[in-house]
């Protein structure tokens, strides 16, 4: 009894080796990229969150200032003060 290899069972056998598992391979990557690629979306929302407004750094600029000129006032009352006292 003498066993034949046909070119069909080397061509299946290809497949079957080397087709199916690099299917199998690409199929995870992509569906590792599609889970990055959504965990990436959800951190740039998150980080938008903890970002300030140009509004709230104006307003904050703004009582910066204020309160720098009460204190540039206070030291020019107590210099006056002290100027005309001596």
Same mark, same amino acid.
């Given at each position: 009894? #003498?066993?034949?290899?046909?070119?069909?069972?080397?061509?299946?056998?290809?497949?079957?080796?080397?087709?199916?598992?690099?299917?199998?391979?690409?199929?995870?990557?992509?569906? #590792?990229?599609?889970?990055?690629?959504?965990?990436?979306? +959800?951190?740039? #929302? #998150?980080?938008? +969150?903890?970002?300030?407004?140009?509004?709230?750094?104006?307003?904050?600029?703004?009582?910066?200032?204020?309160?720098?000129? +009460?204190?540039?006032?206070?030291?020019?009352?107590?210099?006056?003060?002290?100027?005309?006292?001596?």
């Amino acid at each position: 009894m #003498e066993i034949t290899i046909s070119p069909y069972i080397i061509w299946n056998l290809i497949i079957t080796v080397i087709i199916a598992p690099l299917g199998f391979l690409i199929r995870n990557v992509l569906s #590792e990229q599609k889970r990055l690629d959504i965990l990436v979306n +959800k951190t740039r #929302e #998150e980080i938008a +969150k903890d970002y300030a407004t140009r509004e709230q750094i104006e307003a904050d600029f703004v009582r910066i200032q204020n309160t720098l000129n +009460k204190i540039d006032e206070k030291l020019d009352r107590l210099q006056h003060k002290t100027y005309f006292q001596e």
